[in-house]
């Protein structure tokens, strides 16, 4: 078989319900250049297969979704990827990590070909990125910065949704994918 296409204008995420996004996007709109083009989100799938191959997939993908349960999850803690001595993403730990990890196994495991996000060498990581920063003195003090203030937000995990954008505009929603539910038919 040969390789499948993926493209960067797409994804499979979660995203954490609309009504905890506020402290969220006010740290992103300081810290992160990405804020015009993301809505706040946990990549599960990324790159992802082009616009014409998603509804050759949506049926693995629902099956995988109905396997699982939705779960309360918790963005509380702040930690770093530092890239280079010069530059850091700063990023928000989803708890519990193990219950976005299983997530990201069932959808990897009904696309296989889209394994992209587990390729790293620590595998999966979770996470929901909110910004940028500098050297290891400099995205320490944000760290410490941010969660000084910062209040755990806790929302149920009910949902995935496929994203994709055209151009150079924004992701947009085009598909959500409710765990826990059957695929009618």
Same mark, same amino acid.
């Given at each position: ?6 493209? *960067?204008?797409? =994804? #499979?995420?979660?995203?954490? +319900? ?6 969220? @996007?006010?740290?992103?709109?300081? *810290? ?22 998603? +509804? ?9 979704? =109905? ?20 530059? !850091? ?9 193990? /219950? ?5 196994? /069932?959808?990897?495991? =009904?696309?296989?070909?889209?394994? *992209?996000? !587990? ?9 929901? &990125?909110?910004? @940028? &920063? ?21 929302? &149920? ?16 929603? #085009?598909?959500?994918? &409710?765990?826990?539910? +059957?695929?009618?038919?």
């Amino acid at each position: 078989m040969a390789n499948p296409a993926w493209t *960067h204008r797409t =994804a #499979v995420v979660f995203i954490p +319900p609309a009504e905890v996004w506020p402290p969220i @996007q006010a740290i992103r709109r300081v *810290h992160d250049r990405q804020v015009q083009r993301w809505m706040p989100h946990i990549t599960l799938l990324y790159p992802f297969a082009p616009r014409y191959e998603l +509804p050759k997939l949506m049926p693995a993908l629902e099956a995988a979704c =109905a396997g699982l349960s939705p779960f309360e999850a918790t963005l509380g803690t702040f930690r770093v990827f530092q890239h280079r001595s010069d530059r !850091s993403t700063v990023w928000l730990a989803p708890e519990p990590r193990e /219950a976005f990890a299983c997530l990201q196994a /069932a959808l990897q495991e =009904a696309a296989p070909d889209y394994a *992209h996000t !587990s390729r790293f060498s620590g595998g999966f990581t979770p996470h929901l &990125s909110v910004g @940028q &920063s500098g050297g290891v003195e400099q995205v320490n003090a944000l760290v410490a910065s941010l969660g000084e203030t910062w209040t755990p937000l806790v929302f &149920s995990a009910s949902e995935i949704s496929i994203i994709a954008r055209e151009g150079n505009g924004p992701f947009e929603v #085009v598909r959500t994918l &409710s765990l826990g539910v +059957p695929r009618a038919g």
